[in-house]
Nanobody, 117 residues
Framework: QVQLVESGGGLVQAGGSLRISCLASGSIASIDVMRWHRQTPGKQRELVAGISVTGNTYYANSVKGRFAISRDNAKNTVYLQMNSLKPEDTAVYYC???????????WGQGTQVTVSS
């Protein structure tokens, strides 16, 4: 099973930008969907963005137009570029990998993103 490690989180002022990364221990070329989720204390984990193996992307309404997900299969890495950050974007961001046919999936340990007002 692939292992996922997120990095790039940190503290940023509102209006700023941050790019977080998700490095997989193996090839992601055969992974159907790579996603970013986020979670704040006391709330359910929510889907932020996803990208298919063909490059199709989708976003939560709350981040549409501000965030961009991308994948580099050669580097086994998925990115989330976050622009125009808002305090409500503060959360732990988790990377998720899913193989649709088998249902195999994996989660990373998360990276904290804090947006100050």
């Amino acid at each position: 099973q692939v292992q996922l490690v997120e990095s790039g989180g940190g503290l940023v002022q509102a209006g700023g930008s941050l790019r977080i990364s998700c490095l997989a221990s193996g090839s992601i070329a055969s992974i159907d969907v790579m996603r970013w989720h986020r979670q704040t204390p006391g709330k359910q984990r929510e889907l932020v963005a996803g990208i298919s193996v063909t490059g199709n992307t989708y976003y939560a309404n709350s981040v549409k137009g501000r965030f961009a997900i991308s994948r580099d299969n050669a580097k086994n890495t998925v990115y989330l570029q976050m622009n125009s950050l808002k305090p409500e974007d503060t959360a732990v961001y988790y990377c998720h990998a899913l193989k649709i046919l088998t249902g195999d999936n994996a989660w990373g340990q998360g990276t904290q993103v804090t947006v100050s007002s």
